[in-house]
Nanobody
Framework: QVQLVESGGGLVQAGGSLRLSCAAFGRTFNLYNFGWFRQAPGKEREFVAAIRWKRGSTFLADSVQGRFTIFEDSARDIVYLQMNSLKPEDTAVYSC??????????????????WGLGTQVTVSA
């Protein structure tokens, strides 16, 4: 079992920045991918970013390219999502997820085995 705990959400003005953290606990020795997803009210959960754990490859949704960055601290089992130039349309609950099996796919929710509870990000105009 793996437990994920997100933190770092909050209220920020448009153009501002936030850094989200996702800390992994439990059986973390065979983690493969980490992903960040978000869900706004009345909308489906959508892919934001992903990273192949300890392998360096990163993936970003088109809507956040050039503004968001995903990176890891493998010594502490933490994945970060740095969000810059935030827009009101970035408002959502952001959740992290991880897979413990080898999967090439990273942009769909079905590619992940464990999920955190999420953290709210609100961007005011």
């Amino acid at each position: 079992q793996v437990q994920l705990v997100e933190s770092g959400g909050g209220l920020v003005q448009a153009g501002g920045s936030l850094r989200l953290s996702c800390a992994a606990f439990g059986r973390t020795f065979n983690l493969y991918n980490f992903g960040w997803f978000r869900q706004a009210p009345g909308k489906e959960r959508e892919f934001v970013a992903a990273i192949r754990w300890k392998r360096g490859s990163t993936f970003l949704a088109d809507s956040v390219q050039g503004r968001f960055t995903i990176f890891e601290d493998s010594a502490r089992d933490i994945v970060y999502l740095q969000m810059n130039s935030l827009k009101p349309e970035d408002t959502a609950v952001y959740s992290c997820a991880t897979s413990v099996t080898v999967r090439a796919v990273v942009r769909t929710t079905s590619a992940y085995d464990y999920w955190g509870l999420g953290t709210q990000v609100t961007v005011s105009a």
